[in-house]
Protein backbone atom coordinates (compact mmCIF):
# COMPACT_ATOMS: atom_id res chain seq x y z
CA UNK A 1 0.00 0.00 0.00
CA UNK A 2 2.66 2.44 0.62
CA UNK A 3 2.82 3.09 -3.03
CA UNK A 4 -0.17 4.79 -2.88
CA UNK A 5 0.98 7.21 -1.00
CA UNK A 6 3.70 8.51 -2.73
CA UNK A 7 3.78 12.52 -3.45
CA UNK A 8 1.81 12.46 -7.00
CA UNK A 9 3.39 15.71 -9.39
CA UNK A 10 2.99 18.98 -9.29
CA UNK A 11 0.05 19.50 -12.09
CA UNK A 12 1.56 22.35 -13.23
CA UNK A 13 5.13 21.25 -13.38
CA UNK A 14 7.48 22.29 -16.66
CA UNK A 15 10.04 20.66 -18.49
CA UNK A 16 13.05 23.13 -18.30
CA UNK A 17 15.98 24.01 -20.21
CA UNK A 18 18.35 26.77 -21.00
CA UNK A 19 16.23 29.53 -21.27
CA UNK A 20 13.48 27.82 -22.08
CA UNK A 21 10.23 25.83 -20.21
CA UNK A 22 7.11 23.71 -21.74
CA UNK A 23 4.29 22.88 -19.95
CA UNK A 24 3.71 19.22 -19.30
CA UNK A 25 0.44 16.78 -20.41
CA UNK A 26 -1.92 15.57 -17.38
CA UNK A 27 0.02 12.02 -17.05
CA UNK A 28 -0.65 9.67 -14.19
CA UNK A 29 2.13 10.47 -12.34
CA UNK A 30 0.82 13.62 -11.76
CA UNK A 31 -2.78 11.88 -9.77
CA UNK A 32 -2.62 10.82 -6.37
CA UNK A 33 -1.76 7.04 -5.57
CA UNK A 34 -5.55 6.13 -5.12
CA UNK A 35 -6.46 7.62 -7.58
CA UNK A 36 -4.24 6.29 -10.06
CA UNK A 37 -5.30 2.69 -8.12
CA UNK A 38 -8.67 2.76 -8.77
CA UNK A 39 -8.50 4.21 -12.47
CA UNK A 40 -9.52 7.77 -11.78
CA UNK A 41 -12.19 9.57 -14.75
CA UNK A 42 -10.19 12.04 -17.12
CA UNK A 43 -10.46 15.45 -15.86
CA UNK A 44 -13.31 17.37 -17.48
CA UNK A 45 -14.07 19.97 -20.16
CA UNK A 46 -16.20 22.61 -21.86
CA UNK A 47 -15.45 23.27 -25.46
CA UNK A 48 -17.71 25.50 -27.55
CA UNK A 49 -17.47 25.31 -30.94
CA UNK A 50 -18.78 28.13 -33.19
CA UNK A 51 -19.22 28.19 -36.99
CA UNK A 52 -20.97 31.00 -38.75
CA UNK A 53 -24.32 31.22 -40.82
CA UNK A 54 -25.82 28.34 -38.96
CA UNK A 55 -26.36 24.26 -40.58
CA UNK A 56 -28.05 23.14 -42.80
CA UNK A 57 -30.48 21.41 -40.81
CA UNK A 58 -31.95 19.01 -42.91
CA UNK A 59 -28.97 17.38 -43.40
CA UNK A 60 -27.62 17.94 -39.63
CA UNK A 61 -30.72 16.62 -37.99
CA UNK A 62 -31.63 12.79 -37.09
CA UNK A 63 -34.77 11.64 -38.31
CA UNK A 64 -34.97 8.63 -35.15
CA UNK A 65 -35.17 9.88 -31.86
CA UNK A 66 -33.08 7.71 -29.05
CA UNK A 67 -30.27 5.40 -29.25
CA UNK A 68 -30.89 4.45 -32.49
CA UNK A 69 -30.79 7.46 -34.66
CA UNK A 70 -28.37 7.44 -37.96
CA UNK A 71 -25.60 9.68 -39.01
CA UNK A 72 -26.86 12.04 -41.27
CA UNK A 73 -24.53 13.72 -43.63
CA UNK A 74 -23.02 16.74 -41.85
CA UNK A 75 -22.24 14.21 -38.83
CA UNK A 76 -20.26 11.86 -40.96
CA UNK A 77 -16.80 13.17 -39.87
CA UNK A 78 -17.56 12.41 -36.38
CA UNK A 79 -19.37 9.35 -36.77
CA UNK A 80 -16.74 7.23 -34.79
CA UNK A 81 -18.11 8.85 -31.88
CA UNK A 82 -21.54 8.38 -32.34
CA UNK A 83 -22.03 6.51 -29.23
CA UNK A 84 -20.57 9.47 -27.21
CA UNK A 85 -22.76 12.31 -29.08
CA UNK A 86 -26.24 13.79 -28.19
CA UNK A 87 -27.90 15.60 -31.18
CA UNK A 88 -30.36 18.23 -29.37
CA UNK A 89 -33.07 19.65 -31.55
CA UNK A 90 -36.49 21.59 -30.74
CA UNK A 91 -34.48 23.95 -29.07
CA UNK A 92 -35.70 27.84 -29.25
CA UNK A 93 -33.10 30.58 -27.27
CA UNK A 94 -36.01 33.13 -27.72
CA UNK A 95 -33.22 35.92 -26.13
CA UNK A 96 -31.13 35.38 -29.00
CA UNK A 97 -33.83 36.71 -31.42
CA UNK A 98 -33.01 40.28 -32.58
CA UNK A 99 -35.43 43.50 -32.24
CA UNK A 100 -35.46 43.64 -36.14
CA UNK A 101 -32.59 42.91 -38.90
CA UNK A 102 -29.75 41.53 -37.37
CA UNK A 103 -30.54 37.72 -36.76
CA UNK A 104 -26.33 36.94 -37.34
CA UNK A 105 -25.80 39.62 -34.58
CA UNK A 106 -28.71 38.52 -32.21
CA UNK A 107 -27.66 34.39 -32.61
CA UNK A 108 -24.25 34.31 -31.98
CA UNK A 109 -23.80 37.09 -29.22
CA UNK A 110 -27.03 34.89 -27.35
CA UNK A 111 -25.47 31.34 -28.26
CA UNK A 112 -23.37 31.18 -24.84
CA UNK A 113 -24.93 34.23 -23.09
CA UNK A 114 -29.09 33.45 -23.30
CA UNK A 115 -29.14 37.35 -23.41
CA UNK A 116 -30.79 40.01 -25.27
CA UNK A 117 -28.38 42.19 -27.43
CA UNK A 118 -29.35 45.73 -26.50
CA UNK A 119 -29.17 47.11 -30.28
CA UNK A 120 -26.27 49.91 -31.22
CA UNK A 121 -23.64 50.04 -32.93
CA UNK A 122 -22.37 52.68 -30.82
CA UNK A 123 -19.92 52.02 -27.72
CA UNK A 124 -23.01 51.00 -25.25
CA UNK A 125 -23.31 47.67 -25.82
CA UNK A 126 -25.23 45.78 -23.64
CA UNK A 127 -25.57 41.63 -23.23
CA UNK A 128 -24.59 38.89 -20.02
CA UNK A 129 -21.53 36.97 -19.12
CA UNK A 130 -21.28 34.14 -21.31
CA UNK A 131 -22.12 30.25 -19.98
CA UNK A 132 -17.99 29.70 -20.98
CA UNK A 133 -17.11 32.47 -18.12
CA UNK A 134 -19.39 31.62 -15.49
CA UNK A 135 -17.83 28.15 -15.66
CA UNK A 136 -14.07 29.02 -15.77
CA UNK A 137 -14.42 31.54 -13.09
CA UNK A 138 -16.30 28.31 -10.82
CA UNK A 139 -13.19 25.53 -11.73
CA UNK A 140 -10.65 27.78 -13.53
CA UNK A 141 -8.72 28.81 -10.49
CA UNK A 142 -6.79 25.50 -10.02
CA UNK A 143 -5.20 25.60 -13.82
CA UNK A 144 -2.93 28.20 -15.30
CA UNK A 145 -5.56 29.33 -17.63
CA UNK A 146 -9.07 29.68 -16.76
CA UNK A 147 -10.23 29.79 -19.87
CA UNK A 148 -8.66 30.06 -23.84
CA UNK A 149 -10.88 32.65 -26.14
CA UNK A 150 -9.70 31.62 -29.56
CA UNK A 151 -10.98 32.09 -33.52
CA UNK A 152 -9.46 32.24 -36.54
CA UNK A 153 -10.82 35.46 -37.55
CA UNK A 154 -10.28 38.84 -36.12
CA UNK A 155 -11.85 42.58 -36.37
CA UNK A 156 -12.35 45.30 -33.92
CA UNK A 157 -15.59 45.30 -32.18
CA UNK A 158 -15.84 49.21 -33.24
CA UNK A 159 -18.93 49.94 -35.10
CA UNK A 160 -21.70 48.35 -37.10
CA UNK A 161 -21.44 44.50 -38.25
CA UNK A 162 -25.23 43.79 -38.90
CA UNK A 163 -28.16 45.87 -39.37
CA UNK A 164 -27.68 48.18 -36.71
CA UNK A 165 -25.62 45.97 -34.39
CA UNK A 166 -21.98 46.08 -33.43
CA UNK A 167 -19.47 44.20 -34.40
CA UNK A 168 -19.09 43.23 -31.04
CA UNK A 169 -22.02 41.01 -31.18
CA UNK A 170 -20.80 39.38 -34.10
CA UNK A 171 -17.16 39.00 -33.30
CA UNK A 172 -17.60 37.09 -30.06
CA UNK A 173 -19.13 34.64 -28.43
CA UNK A 174 -16.96 34.69 -25.22
CA UNK A 175 -18.20 37.48 -22.60
CA UNK A 176 -16.77 37.78 -19.47
CA UNK A 177 -19.25 40.85 -18.36
CA UNK A 178 -22.40 42.16 -19.97
CA UNK A 179 -20.26 44.99 -21.98
CA UNK A 180 -17.08 43.27 -22.25
CA UNK A 181 -16.03 40.15 -24.42
CA UNK A 182 -13.07 38.20 -23.67
CA UNK A 183 -10.06 39.31 -25.76
CA UNK A 184 -10.12 36.57 -28.53
CA UNK A 185 -6.74 35.53 -29.78
CA UNK A 186 -6.37 34.49 -33.68
CA UNK A 187 -2.84 34.26 -33.89
CA UNK A 188 -1.05 30.80 -33.68
CA UNK A 189 2.33 32.18 -32.97
CA UNK A 190 0.91 34.44 -30.08
CA UNK A 191 -1.05 31.35 -29.19
CA UNK A 192 2.06 29.14 -29.00
CA UNK A 193 4.31 31.64 -27.13
CA UNK A 194 1.51 31.84 -24.66
CA UNK A 195 1.33 28.26 -23.81
CA UNK A 196 4.51 27.60 -23.91
CA UNK A 197 6.27 30.90 -23.62
CA UNK A 198 8.60 32.70 -20.60
CA UNK A 199 7.11 31.45 -17.11
CA UNK A 200 8.48 32.38 -13.74
CA UNK A 201 12.01 31.92 -13.86
CA UNK A 202 13.06 31.50 -17.49
CA UNK A 203 15.22 34.28 -18.99
CA UNK A 204 13.47 35.99 -21.61
CA UNK A 205 16.66 37.08 -23.46
CA UNK A 206 17.16 33.40 -23.26
CA UNK A 207 14.01 32.99 -25.15
CA UNK A 208 14.63 35.77 -27.74
CA UNK A 209 17.90 34.24 -28.50
CA UNK A 210 16.10 30.62 -29.14
CA UNK A 211 13.77 32.40 -31.67
CA UNK A 212 16.41 34.25 -33.65
CA UNK A 213 18.16 31.26 -34.09
CA UNK A 214 15.08 29.23 -35.16
CA UNK A 215 15.74 26.28 -32.43
CA UNK A 216 12.69 24.27 -31.41
CA UNK A 217 11.95 24.57 -27.89
CA UNK A 218 12.34 20.54 -27.59
CA UNK A 219 16.18 21.06 -28.07
CA UNK A 220 16.45 23.20 -25.07
CA UNK A 221 14.69 20.56 -22.64
CA UNK A 222 15.93 17.74 -23.87
CA UNK A 223 17.96 16.96 -20.62
CA UNK A 224 14.74 17.28 -19.02
CA UNK A 225 12.80 14.75 -20.42
CA UNK A 226 15.81 12.39 -20.29
CA UNK A 227 15.79 12.48 -16.75
CA UNK A 228 11.86 12.73 -16.41
CA UNK A 229 11.75 9.52 -18.49
CA UNK A 230 13.24 7.84 -15.58
CA UNK A 231 10.50 8.51 -13.27
CA UNK A 232 7.21 7.52 -15.42
CA UNK A 233 5.99 4.41 -16.44
CA UNK A 234 4.92 3.32 -19.82
CA UNK A 235 1.72 4.67 -20.79
CA UNK A 236 2.84 8.14 -19.12
CA UNK A 237 6.22 7.58 -20.81
CA UNK A 238 4.08 7.28 -24.02
CA UNK A 239 1.78 9.71 -23.79
CA UNK A 240 4.59 12.44 -22.82
CA UNK A 241 6.67 11.04 -26.27
CA UNK A 242 2.83 11.46 -28.30
CA UNK A 243 2.55 15.18 -26.60
CA UNK A 244 6.13 16.16 -27.71
CA UNK A 245 5.56 14.98 -31.30
CA UNK A 246 2.37 17.00 -31.14
CA UNK A 247 4.36 19.96 -30.05
CA UNK A 248 6.90 19.74 -32.67
CA UNK A 249 5.02 19.70 -35.56
CA UNK A 250 3.20 23.04 -34.57
CA UNK A 251 5.76 24.36 -34.19
CA UNK A 252 7.31 23.21 -37.57
CA UNK A 253 3.86 24.22 -38.93
CA UNK A 254 3.96 27.75 -37.36
CA UNK A 255 7.33 28.52 -38.37
CA UNK A 256 6.31 27.68 -42.24
CA UNK A 257 3.38 29.61 -42.02
CA UNK A 258 5.50 32.55 -40.65
CA UNK A 259 7.89 32.65 -43.49
CA UNK A 260 5.24 32.56 -46.11
CA UNK A 261 3.94 35.89 -44.65
CA UNK A 262 4.41 39.36 -45.52
CA UNK A 263 3.18 42.84 -45.41
CA UNK A 264 0.95 43.25 -48.15
CA UNK A 265 -1.26 46.20 -46.82
CA UNK A 266 -5.22 45.51 -46.51
CA UNK A 267 -4.94 42.58 -48.70
CA UNK A 268 -7.11 40.10 -48.02
CA UNK A 269 -5.24 36.35 -46.77
CA UNK A 270 -5.16 33.79 -49.18
CA UNK A 271 -7.66 30.87 -48.56
CA UNK A 272 -5.10 28.43 -48.11
CA UNK A 273 -3.73 30.76 -45.31
CA UNK A 274 -7.17 30.68 -43.44
CA UNK A 275 -7.38 27.05 -43.56
CA UNK A 276 -4.15 26.93 -42.41
CA UNK A 277 -4.55 29.24 -39.30
CA UNK A 278 -7.61 26.64 -38.35
CA UNK A 279 -5.45 23.65 -38.33
CA UNK A 280 -2.95 24.99 -35.77
CA UNK A 281 -4.93 26.97 -33.50
CA UNK A 282 -6.68 23.90 -32.97
CA UNK A 283 -4.06 21.42 -32.89
CA UNK A 284 -2.60 24.12 -29.74
CA UNK A 285 -6.33 23.87 -28.17
CA UNK A 286 -5.89 20.37 -28.58
CA UNK A 287 -2.61 20.08 -26.86
CA UNK A 288 -4.08 23.11 -24.21
CA UNK A 289 -6.36 20.61 -22.90
CA UNK A 290 -3.53 17.99 -23.28
CA UNK A 291 -1.40 19.39 -20.70
CA UNK A 292 -4.77 20.54 -18.32
CA UNK A 293 -3.72 24.30 -18.79
CA UNK A 294 -7.53 25.11 -19.09
CA UNK A 295 -10.45 23.75 -18.11
CA UNK A 296 -12.81 25.79 -21.07
CA UNK A 297 -12.51 26.94 -23.77
CA UNK A 298 -14.73 28.37 -26.91
CA UNK A 299 -13.34 28.14 -30.94
CA UNK A 300 -14.71 30.65 -33.89
CA UNK A 301 -14.30 29.38 -36.84
CA UNK A 302 -15.59 32.44 -38.40
CA UNK A 303 -17.09 35.60 -37.63
CA UNK A 304 -20.90 35.79 -37.63
CA UNK A 305 -21.81 36.46 -41.11
CA UNK A 306 -18.95 36.18 -43.37
CA UNK A 307 -19.44 35.62 -46.64
CA UNK A 308 -16.30 33.62 -47.08
CA UNK A 309 -15.75 31.70 -50.33
CA UNK A 310 -14.52 28.07 -50.13
CA UNK A 311 -12.36 28.02 -53.84
CA UNK A 312 -10.80 24.80 -52.12
CA UNK A 313 -14.16 23.28 -52.03
CA UNK A 314 -15.03 24.29 -55.82
CA UNK A 315 -17.31 27.09 -54.20
CA UNK A 316 -17.13 30.20 -55.72
CA UNK A 317 -19.60 31.79 -53.86
CA UNK A 318 -20.23 33.52 -50.19
CA UNK A 319 -20.81 31.66 -47.09
CA UNK A 320 -23.90 34.19 -46.47
CA UNK A 321 -24.71 34.56 -50.09
CA UNK A 322 -25.44 30.99 -50.56
CA UNK A 323 -27.29 30.88 -46.77
CA UNK A 324 -30.20 32.69 -48.37
CA UNK A 325 -30.38 29.59 -49.87
CA UNK A 326 -34.63 30.27 -51.22
CA UNK A 327 -34.88 26.87 -51.58
CA UNK A 328 -32.24 26.28 -54.80
CA UNK A 329 -31.41 22.46 -54.52
CA UNK A 330 -27.60 23.30 -55.99
CA UNK A 331 -27.14 25.99 -53.12
CA UNK A 332 -28.40 23.36 -50.46
CA UNK A 333 -25.86 20.99 -51.93
CA UNK A 334 -23.03 23.64 -51.50
CA UNK A 335 -24.38 24.09 -47.70
CA UNK A 336 -24.04 20.95 -46.87
CA UNK A 337 -20.65 20.71 -48.00
CA UNK A 338 -19.52 23.72 -46.15
CA UNK A 339 -21.05 21.93 -43.01
CA UNK A 340 -19.10 19.07 -43.43
CA UNK A 341 -15.96 20.68 -44.33
CA UNK A 342 -16.69 22.69 -40.50
CA UNK A 343 -16.96 19.21 -38.77
CA UNK A 344 -13.54 17.95 -40.26
CA UNK A 345 -11.77 20.61 -38.48
Same mark, same amino acid.
Given at each position: MLPLLRKPMDRRAFLRGAGAALSLPLLEAMLPGLARAQGAAPPTRFVAFYVPN??????????????DWAITPILAPVAAFKDRLNVL???? *??? $??? %??????????????? /???????DGANIRLGV??????????????????????????GNAGGCDSGYSCAYSRNISWVGESQ?????? *??? $??? %?RLFGTPEGV????? /?????GKRSILDYVKADVTRLNTR?????????DQYLTGVREVERQITLAEAQQ????????????YTQRIEQMIDLLVLALQCDQAP???FMLANAGTNRSFPFLNIAEGHHQLSHHQGNPDNHAKLEQIDIWELTQ
Open positions: GMHMPSWTPAAVGASGLN *NLP $AQP %DGPGDHAGGTSGFLT /AAHAYKTSIDQVIAQAVGGRHRFSSLVLGAEGGPAAKEI *NPA $ALF %DDPAAV /ARQRRLGAPDRLKLCDAGARPEPPELVAT
